[in-house]
């Protein structure tokens, strides 16, 4: 079965500092998608960035960053120059058959003034 | 603008009664997923739909049921409800093409007492 893990559940970070969230997954698909969505208190999900498999280079947006190892199924999300808005939950998904997601669950991230 | 919505925001309900949770959405997407969340086990898909009179189970769907008689709608519906059931529902939506990305309503937080 397809799975992903986010094995911390709780990270802080010191405002304007980098913070990287760890996820790994197992999947058997040859083509499939990540992505990390946010969770701020208001329970919006909000989509963060995604990653393609097929796809070497990894994803950037703005001050998000992730680190992705496909031989070693693992996709990690970089936080540059933290910011109190940060603070929220993050997940880290997995497409399973194409339109479906695997979630893992959930890292809380705190942001310290 | 297009959008997710879900009804109610907020319900508390009986055990054993029938509970149904709405789902609506303005994008016109042919895929439509219902979630749950609880502490400790992120996201997790109760049932799915990929287009009208397609219905599908996910990994929780026992005690849940759904139908989807149009484009817009996947309504979500407790037989009969139970504390186990007690949780923040996500309903989400997407086109079904690259990247697969899904759109989440805001939740709704049901309790059953």
């Known amino acids: 079965a397809q799975t992903v893990t986010q094995s911390q559940p709780e990270m802080s970070v010191q405002e304007a500092e980098t913070v990287t969230l760890s996820c790994t997954y197992d999947?058997?698909?040859?083509?499939?998608?990540l992505f990390w969505y946010k969770q701020p208190p208001s329970r919006q999900m909000i989509l963060v960035i995604r990653q393609e498999a097929y796809k070497q280079q990894n994803a950037t947006e703005n001050r998000f960053s992730v680190n992705f190892q496909k031989a070693a199924k693992s996709f990690s999300l970089k936080i540059s120059d933290s910011q109190l808005g940060d603070a929220a939950m993050y997940f880290c998904?997995?497409?399973?058959?194409?339109?479906?997601?695997?979630f893992g669950t959930g890292t809380r991230l705190k942001v310290l003034a | 603008d297009a959008e997710i919505t879900q009804s109610p925001r907020h319900k508390i309900t009986e055990t054993g009664r029938q509970v149904t949770l709405a789902c609506h959405q303005t994008?016109?997407?042919?895929?439509m997923f219902w979630y749950r969340q609880d502490l400790g086990h992120g996201l997790r898909l109760i049932h799915y739909?990929?287009?009208?009179?397609?219905?599908n189970k996910g990994e929780v769907s026992d005690g849940y049921s759904v139908s989807r008689s149009n484009t817009e709608d996947l309504p979500l519906t407790l037989e009969s409800a139970a504390s186990s059931q007690t949780s923040v529902y996500f309903c989400?939506?997407?086109?079904?093409?690259?990247?697969?990305?899904?759109?989440f309503g805001p939740g709704t937080r049901l309790t059953v007492t």
């Open positions: 999947t058997s698909e040859s083509d499939y998608y």
């Open positions: 994008w016109n997407h042919n895929n």
């Open positions: 739909s990929y287009g009208v009179q397609d219905t």
């Open positions: 998904a997995s497409t399973s058959g194409t339109y479906k997601y695997i």
């Open positions: 989400a939506s997407s086109t079904g093409q690259h990247p697969y990305e899904q759109y």
